[in-house]
């Protein structure tokens, strides 16, 4: 913080002569909570020309990002801030589109402040002096963890859709919680998040599952719940996860289950680490149009998968990440009641190395979703660390011999492919054929058995 401040020092004595330069929004605030600012937005009431001209020869470097709306990046070595002029903005009527259709610039600071969404990022910060500039009551707000609209809130959000989400985020990450009137607008307002790109959607919600991480000096162990939570109150998740939402009340056998499928996801969600949570979160979701289908849950895995691949997909998640999310929904299902035979287990593991760390930590939150308890080490996590310590190959290039070896025992052609292949299938299940001579007397005896 101590460095990213001198800079804002140097810069601020840099716009000095003509305009003050204030830090605002995430950076601001988080010197009032006493946290390490995330990211630095800077305004000023100078028109970017005049920035770009006052900042030429320096070492600060003016990359422009939008002449109308009068936003630039300012870089220089090991600082990076983004910097908006003063302005009002004037948005289509109820669009909720979150672009402004005019903009117009100001000298006028409360101008500028009233634009912006919530109080607690719309206190302005002068780094020469170091004092704080509050036009809205944003520190008296952040203060008591509040999140209140800048000014009526219906309007605040009928503006811009994603602040529905923005509002759910800080609330998630800094353990906030949204006055009545401000929570109330939100909700009213949460399905113009539908005229929002799907990627920005996905932005915030991928933020929102990963609150807890946001801040760690704020010490917000579960924001990821606490915003999951949110998003139901508002209407969010039945907009954008009807999958999910189609959960709530769906009763499960008792016999394997403490829980309906949606408190079942919502505790897999709540346990598991960051990097699987929308798989713990959605694993479930194909058991709702199973039991409609035919009266049970048989096959929920499969159903899911593709349920999951099509949502996050259309919720803007990249497309590899989504099908690899996809892929953990699909496999939870596998070895459940511990019954694989550890040959077939071995060869699943190696077909789905790739996910395999992720499947098993998906698999320990089920479980403990499942009872409410920790199950220990599971049979899957046990074989797994088995094949990581005895030297399984998991792929051909892990073999001992490789293709020279098999057009030396006289395989051309396919043959070569086919060998290697079968050879490692054989080799993940008897350790003896991980040993070079053994491996080189297989491609032997297969060229030997060869159709002439």
Not at 12 to 30: D, I, M, N, Q
Not at 276 to 281: E, G, M, S, T, V
Not at 399 to 422: F, K, N, Q, T
Request: hydrophobic share 45%; net charge negative.
């Amino acid at each position: 913080m101590g460095a990213e401040l001198a800079v804002l020092k140097e810069l601020a004595a840099l716009f000095a002569p003509l305009a003050t330069l204030y830090a605002v929004g995430g950076y601001s605030r988080s010197l009032l909570l006493g946290v390490p600012p995330k990211d630095i937005d800077i305004c000023s009431k100078l028109p970017l020309e005049d920035v770009k001209t006052l900042l030429s020869n320096t070492r600060f470097v003016v990359s422009e990002k939008s002449m109308r709306l009068g936003t630039a990046t300012v870089t220089a070595p090991g600082f990076a801030a983004e910097y908006t002029a003063f302005r009002t903005d004037s948005y289509p009527a109820g669009s909720g589109a979150h672009r402004p259709d005019s903009v117009i610039f100001t000298e006028d600071m409360r101008a500028d402040a009233m634009r912006r969404d919530f109080t607690a990022n719309a206190v302005y910060f002068d780094p020469l002096t170091e004092s704080f500039v509050d036009l809205c009551g944003g520190k008296e707000d952040i203060a008591r963890g509040v999140l209140r609209a800048v000014r009526e809130p219906d309007g605040v959000f009928g503006e811009d859709g994603l602040r529905v989400l923005r509002l759910v985020r800080f609330a998630a990450e800094l353990g906030f919680a949204p006055d009545r009137e401000t929570s109330d607008a939100a909700e009213s307002n949460a399905w113009r998040v539908k005229d929002i790109a799907r990627e920005r959607v996905f932005a915030e919600l991928d933020r929102i599952f990963a609150a807890d991480t946001a801040y760690p000096a704020l010490g917000v162990r579960e924001g990821h719940v606490a915003g999951l939570r949110l998003m139901d109150e508002l209407g969010l998740t039945a907009i954008l996860l009807p999958e999910l939402a189609a959960l709530d009340g769906l009763e499960q056998p008792k016999k394997y289950h403490l829980y309906d499928a949606r408190k079942h996801s919502d505790l897999a969600f709540a346990v598991a680490p960051v990097g699987i949570r929308w798989a713990a979160l959605l694993h479930d979701i194909g058991k709702r149009p199973a039991q409609d289908a035919q009266g049970n849950m048989y096959g929920h895995d499969v159903i899911g998968a593709e349920l999951a691949r099509k949502r996050l997909e259309e919720i803007g998640m990249p497309k590899g990440r989504a099908e690899r999310t996809a892929a953990l929904v699909r496999w939870h299902m596998t070895d459940l009641k511990g019954d694989m035979s550890e040959g077939k287990l071995r060869i699943f593991l190696v077909r789905h190395a790739d996910i395999a760390e992720d499947l098993i930590a998906l698999k320990r939150a089920d479980a403990y979703a499942t009872r409410g308890e920790d199950v220990g080490e599971l049979r899957m996590e046990r074989v797994w660390r088995e094949m990581l310590a005895d030297g399984t190959p998991f792929k051909v290039t892990d073999l001992p011999v490789g293709g020279e070896d098999a057009v030396a025992a006289g395989l051309s052609g396919r043959e070569i492919g086919d060998a290697l292949s079968a050879l490692l299938h054989d080799a993940v299940l008897d350790p003896v054929l991980r040993e070079r001579g053994r491996a080189l007397g297989y491609l032997e005896r297969r060229a030997k058995k060869r159709p002439e």
